[in-house]
């Protein structure tokens, strides 16, 4: 999914009562469809402000195929549920789903925004309701399938694992913890010049008690570099000990 987030609130004093500014605590979120199969989030939010409409009916968010647009804040109630001053126009957030355009990425992009809405409430899919519970007015009409709300209770099922992996990321996948063998010809480290003055220097430093006490590194080190013993590999597993004991 893939949607941009636009906050385009009606004015407070657009006409019909739309807006009606009263404070909400809302209490659960209501889908809905359109029931224009040709209007996008943008006419949708249009309407509410167009000048012809004469009705009182509102809701807070529209959502297509490409963006969601909010309308009024949800700390507002609407006019959507069609049941008064019921809990579903006053303690209920409500969000149309329009047909338009690319459906499937627009049930994606709802499936995506309402688990995040749910989440940040700290909300479960029983706070979903559809219109219906309300008013039993057949919608989201597009999920009533004669009856048996099959797809609502689809897109429930699906908001409800999309709110799962909110809430559970998936870990990154652990690294696999590098091996050192010291088996077979493995190479041994050479070094020269000054860099090999500077290792010396550095070995007798990290492997002395007097100076580390219990912290320091085993002279076994040491001596290995002395004797042209150490490896390759052990000269990274040398680094790693250095590490490990902050030193
Ligand atoms: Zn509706």
């Not at 906050?7 to 469809?33: G, S």
């Not at 996948?173 to 010291?182: D, L, R």
Request: net charge negative; aromatic share 6%; hydrophobic share 35%.
């Amino acid at each position: 999914m893939s949607y941009e987030y636009i906050i385009d609130h009606i004015p407070m004093n657009t006409p019909n009562d739309r807006r009606p500014a009263d404070r909400m605590v809302a209490e659960t979120i209501t889908l809905h469809n359109t029931g224009n199969e040709k209007s996008s989030a943008r006419n949708e939010r249009n309407w509410l402000t167009n000048p012809s409409n004469d009705r009182t009916a509102s809701f807070h968010k529209a959502i297509d195929e490409k963006e969601i647009i909010e309308c009024l804040p949800d700390n507002e109630h609407a006019w959507a549920a069609g049941d008064g001053r019921g809990d579903g126009n006053m303690k209920s957030i409500h969000i149309e789903i329009c047909e338009s355009g690319n459906y499937a990425l627009t049930i994606e992009n709802t499936i995506d925004h309402v688990a995040k809405m749910l989440h940040e409430r700290n909300w479960g899919v029983d706070k979903l309701r559809r219109h219906w519970d309300w008013s039993r007015k057949i919608c989201p009409r597009l999920m009533y399938d004669g009856g048996s709300w099959a797809t609502w209770k689809l897109l429930v099922s699906k908001i409800d694992a999309r709110l799962s992996e909110l809430k559970n990321p998936p870990k990154p996948v652990a690294k696999e913890t590098p091996t050192v063998t010291n088996e077979g010809d493995e190479n041994i480290m050479k070094v020269s010049g000054a860099l090999h003055q500077i290792m010396l220097q550095q070995l007798e430093e990290i492997t002395s008690v007097e100076k580390y006490g219990k912290t320091a590194l085993s002279k076994i080190w040491l001596t290995k570099y002395v004797n042209g013993e150490l490896t390759n590999s052990e000269a990274i597993a040398l680094l790693f000990a250095i590490r490990a004991k902050n030193i």
